[in-house]
């Protein structure tokens, strides 16, 4: 809420985690200001399915933000490990050539804890892809479990807590709240 | 994540609180899904002051969102009080004309916790016009000390709790990320 009087740029590693809602919405709040500053953004979406079409697909789609949908689904739904595992290390590949590109202002790496949480991609490796970047750039991180190493290393860390969830009484997920 | 395979909208009334980051940006993330969706949205922020020009403030102009600050600013930092109140009033009666108009899918009251908290706007009202609102309309109040009656009403309440924080170490908000 204050300006950037200083000029400076440093960029910072920020991770939502936590039980509750909000994780990946903040996210989304994220680039929808970056685009109103004219920043370079991109989401890669480590668990969405290739074929998403959710509100917020729709919208990069007409906003010309690079949103990508990299994953298998919910994994723990998926029948096949391997096939996710290896989709797991696709998306990654992605990720390190956009976490090295110093055209970008902010990536956001959408849900990827839970491909060190599931053990499919060791955290050293994205420590190391972080710690290489480009200085002035921002990283945002989502996802339940964030590791401890990750949190560690994070500038800004940021636990969304479940108070009251209104699916817990059978009411379901509402388009444009959540998808 | 799941699909609104049921059809029917159950209208939400969604907190998001705490000492975190997150709350607004989160709010922002639900305004993006919105309007990718195709829905009807509206964002006041009681906080914000009438001639904010932050990256959410311009997304809004280019996608044609109606986002209105009507705030004086940082009210803590203010030397008219009175100004403050009547400028909360006044934006109060705004957001009471937009949850009674059945046109909007989704009212976001952004920051108006502030407003109950400094005793400027009793809770009732507030809770008053949430239970009136049509049944099909979300509504997202941000901020931090929600308070408990607030929480009562409310389907979904999230609470962002600050892990870490830059900011503590003399670094300076970033533009993209939270303005």
């Given at each position: 809420m204050t300006s950037?009087?200083?000029g400076e740029r440093r960029g910072l590693v920020i991770v939502n985690t936590g039980n509750g809602k909000g994780k990946t919405t903040a996210a989304l709040g994220?680039?929808?200001?970056?685009w109103g500053q004219g920043l370079k953004i991109c989401m890669l979406?480590?668990?969405?399915?290739?074929?998403?079409?959710?509100?917020?697909n729709r919208a990069a789609r007409k906003l010309g933000i690079e949103m990508v949908p990299l994953g298998a689904g919910f994994t723990w739904l998926s029948k096949d490990i391997e096939h996710d595992k290896a989709l797991a290390r696709e998306g990654w590949e992605l990720a390190k050539t956009r976490l090295?590109?110093?055209?970008?202002?902010?990536?956001i790496l959408d849900e990827l804890t839970y491909l060190l949480a599931y053990g499919w991609l060791p955290v050293e490796?994205?420590?190391a892809a972080l710690r290489d970047r480009p200085p002035g750039m921002h990283v945002v991180i989502t996802g339940?479990?964030?590791?401890?190493e990750l949190v560690d290393d994070a500038d800004l860390v940021t636990e969304m807590r479940?108070?009251?969830?209104?699916?817990?009484?059978?009411?379901?997920?509402?388009?444009?709240?959540?998808?």
């Amino acid at each position: 809420m204050t300006s950037e009087r200083s000029g400076e740029r440093r960029g910072l590693v920020i991770v939502n985690t936590g039980n509750g809602k909000g994780k990946t919405t903040a996210a989304l709040g994220v680039l929808l200001r970056s685009w109103g500053q004219g920043l370079k953004i991109c989401m890669l979406q480590f668990i969405k399915t290739k074929t998403s079409n959710y509100g917020e697909n729709r919208a990069a789609r007409k906003l010309g933000i690079e949103m990508v949908p990299l994953g298998a689904g919910f994994t723990w739904l998926s029948k096949d490990i391997e096939h996710d595992k290896a989709l797991a290390r696709e998306g990654w590949e992605l990720a390190k050539t956009r976490l090295s590109d110093a055209a970008y202002d902010i990536v956001i790496l959408d849900e990827l804890t839970y491909l060190l949480a599931y053990g499919w991609l060791p955290v050293e490796e994205v420590l190391a892809a972080l710690r290489d970047r480009p200085p002035g750039m921002h990283v945002v991180i989502t996802g339940r479990n964030a590791p401890q190493e990750l949190v560690d290393d994070a500038d800004l860390v940021t636990e969304m807590r479940e108070v009251k969830h209104p699916y817990r009484q059978g009411i379901r997920a509402q388009r444009g709240l959540e998808f």
